[in-house]
C-alpha cells in the first residue's frame, strides 16, 4: 500500500524558512513533486524532480527561493522541499505527489498516481 506522509508545516513570519518532508513507502516512485493550494485557488506545482538523474522544475514564483532534494536509505524514500524567505502568498496546503510508472518530473498534477494528505504552511506579514 502506497503511502506519502508529509511533515514540517507550520506557521512562521515573512522572511523565515521550512523544511518540508515527504515519507514515501510502499511502491515504486520514479518522479516526485511538492504542490500547494491556496484557499480557494487551484492546485499547482511548486516543484518536481526525477528519481533519476535529480533533474527539477521549479515555478517561477519559487525559483531562488526553494529547492527540492531527495534521498533513498536504507529502503525508504524522502523528498524535501526547503522553503526559504518565506512570502505571505507561499501559505497555502503543501502536498507531496508521485509518478510510478515515469521518471520524468511534471508540473501537471494529472501525471502523477499517488498523493499525501498535506501539511499547511502558514506565512503571516
Known amino acids: 500500500q502506497v503511502q506519502l506522509v508529509e511533515s514540517g508545516g507550520g506557521l512562521v513570519q515573512a522572511g523565515d524558512s521550512l523544511r518540508l518532508s515527504c515519507a514515501a513507502s510502499?511502491?515504486?516512485?520514479?518522479?516526485m513533486g511538492w504542490f500547494r493550494q491556496p484557499p480557494g485557488k487551484e492546485r499547482e506545482c511548486v516543484a518536481s524532480?526525477?528519481?533519476?538523474?535529480?533533474?527539477?522544475?521549479?515555478a517561477e514564483s519559487v525559483k531562488g527561493r526553494f529547492t527540492i532534494s531527495r534521498s533513498r536509505e536504507n529502503a525508504k524514500d524522502t523528498v524535501y522541499l526547503q522553503m526559504n524567505v518565506l512570502k505571505p502568498e507561499d501559505t497555502a496546503g503543501y502536498f507531496c505527489?508521485?509518478?510510478?510508472?515515469?521518471?520524468?518530473?511534471?508540473?501537471?498534477?494529472?501525471?502523477?498516481?499517488?498523493w499525501g494528505q498535506g501539511t499547511q504552511v502558514t506565512v503571516s506579514s
Open positions: 524532480i526525477s528519481w533519476i538523474g535529480g533533474d527539477t522544475f521549479y
Open positions: 505527489a508521485s509518478r510510478a510508472r515515469s521518471y520524468e518530473f511534471s508540473p501537471s498534477p494529472q501525471d502523477y498516481d499517488y
Open positions: 510502499g511502491g515504486t516512485f520514479r518522479a
